[in-house]
């Protein structure tokens, strides 16, 4: 942990398995002394002081395009991060990372597997029209969604709202129409930009 200058926390859940990795070796907190703690969004930060951290950094966007656009002000050249993620996180943070100089250590503390039976649930409910919104909040969410949708199509006049913009390019992709998008990229901050839209549609 020592030759680590930043360690960044993406999730929630990154920070849990973290710490519970951490407790299988019998250290704690105290073994992050001296190094900077980097945070993706509030719930990410609450999480940590949980176990007694208070993150440094907590970009005002919550994503990692906003976590990059902070890293841009500070000296990062030639420091070493160490980035504790989902077995499915994409390149993106640490690429954006090595792009400003700093050297990364990508450790997959968790894996990200579907609940297939819910996600086949959901599809059923949707194909029977009893759904009217179908909100995403995270890029893998859209991916297991439309495999279980396979070939069926969704019913028309279904509203479509996702977390932020990287889950909406996703879902574009998928080929779905994004109606919602949230401004802050939180749970909270999803119910208010569904409330915003139906509000507007009153």
Known sequence: ??????????????????????????????????????????ATS??????????DYCPPVYT?????????????????????RADI???????GIRNLGGRVHEVAVYHTLPDYTAVDK????????KIDIITFTSSSTVSNFMSALGRHRLPPGLVIACIGPKTAETALK???KVDITAREQTIPGLVAALEQYFNKEA
């Open 89 to 95: 996180a994409d390149s993106d943070l640490s690429d």
């Open 122 to 129: 959901a599809v059923e409910m949707v194909q029977q029209g």
């Open 46 to 55: 609450t999480a940590l002081r949980s176990h007694g951290l208070t993150a």
């Open 174 to 176: 998928a080929g779905l």
């Open 1 to 42: 942990m020592k030759s680590f200058h930043w360690v960044i926390f993406t999730s929630v859940n990154g920070v849990e398995a973290f710490f519970k990795r951490m407790s299988v070796l019998n250290l704690d907190s105290r073994a992050l002394h001296g190094r900077k703690i980097g945070a993706i969004g509030p």
């Open 64 to 84: 990692g395009a906003g976590l990059l656009n902070g890293l841009k002000t500070l000296r990062i050249k030639d420091r070493h991060f160490l980035l504790p």
